[in-house]
């Protein structure tokens, strides 16, 4: 476990603070965090993902606990805690519907956590918690009309339209299952789903399959681009061209001013982004051609995004104790 804190000494009497925490399909990344979105102390853990998904809930309970105990030996109270996961979820029903990475199906998990650890908790998409994050405090601030795609392990979107969230009962955002041109068959069950071509694993394992020389991840397959190796180059040609594809039929359909891409690939940089951007603009005939940016945030959007979470579901309460009404 990775634990960091800031330099500060415990204070008594200090404002309350929020736990946040970005479970993902390999590790967890969590922060205690203050009104203002500073770290006052943050961890990170593996995701037991392949001892099933009851282990994995255990650990997230536990690394909740972990991050109360930071937060206590600063002398902060925690008003809540937020929690964001991969998959299909529901946050109005609280419920993580199903992750293909971690097994999981129809789990009210926000009621669970809260079981285990006395604490108050908000559950959110870690991609649309990330784009939030993005949108508030990163590459996207001030755009009404973003699409914040995050390439990693898997590919999800999260879509703000007219500066509003597009959650369609946690259904929205799943650009990784567009259909697309050189896909091959998905475990959504589907054949041709973007992510079967453009994704982190995809990407390397399509490296491995035509060489037999194994990639250690995306990250490789990236630097072997910029050594000239022309297998690379193909298989990093046909991500960046079956990302453009979805993200033409997304421009089309919902007009974005911005398109940010985070996740692993992202952190190729212009090795990504720059011929996505030129084969998107190639696509388009009377849409509006998106600006195409990295991330500002990294890979701390999903774990700022929590922490936006939980302070919501405190002005929401808050609101409600006051007012006997919820926030519209």
Known sequence: ?????????????????????????????GAVLDRAMRPIASLRRPTPRGEGPTAVVDAVAETLLALERLAAE????VAHAGVVVPGIVDEDRRRAVWSANIGWRDLPLAAVLESRTGLPVALGHDVRAGGAAECALGAARGARNVLFVAVGTGIAAALVVDGRPVRSGGLAGELGHVEVRGGTACACGGHGCLETLASAHAVASAYTARTGRPAAGAADVAARVREGDPVARAVWGEATDGLAEALAMATTLVAPELVVLGGGLAEADRLLLDPVRDRLAARLTFQRTPALVRAGLGDRAGCLGAGLTAWQAVDHHTHTLFTGAPTP
């Open 74 to 77: 600063r002398g902060l109270p």
């Open 1 to 29: 476990m990775d634990v960091s804190t800031s330099s500060a000494s415990p204070t008594s009497g200090l404002p309350p603070c929020v736990l946040a925490l970005d479970v993902g399909g390999t590790g967890m990344k």
